[in-house]
């Protein structure tokens, strides 16, 4: 858990824009990771993504891979 905050609620203090991003709150961007597992339980659960939203946009997996592509040092499923 104190690594998920560190990433997003403490990255946002720590570059002033915690009014804006770093936790799930009204008036804030829209920008989520959804994913299929609990990532406190198992941390590679982060790698099962569902659906991102970026300002309040949904784009599925499938449509972010057109856009960007696996990186050659992913291996799926691993």
Same mark, same amino acid.
Do not use: F, H, S, Y
């Given at each position: 858990m104190d690594a998920l905050v !560190? !990433? %997003?609620r403490f990255g946002a203090? +720590?570059?002033g824009? @915690?009014?804006?991003?770093? %936790?799930?709150? !009204?008036g804030k961007t829209a920008d $989520? +990771?959804?994913i299929d597992g609990?990532? $406190?339980? @198992?941390? %590679? !659960?982060l790698?099962?993504?569902s659906v991102v939203?970026? @300002?309040g946009i949904v784009l599925r997996p499938e449509e972010l891979r057109k856009v960007f592509p696996p990186s050659p040092l992913y291996i799926e499923g691993s």
């Open positions: !560190a !990433a %997003t203090e +720590c570059m824009m @915690d009014d804006r991003i770093g %936790t799930i709150e !009204a $989520l +990771c959804i609990n990532p $406190l339980e @198992d941390i %590679t !659960a790698r099962n993504v939203i970026k @300002d």
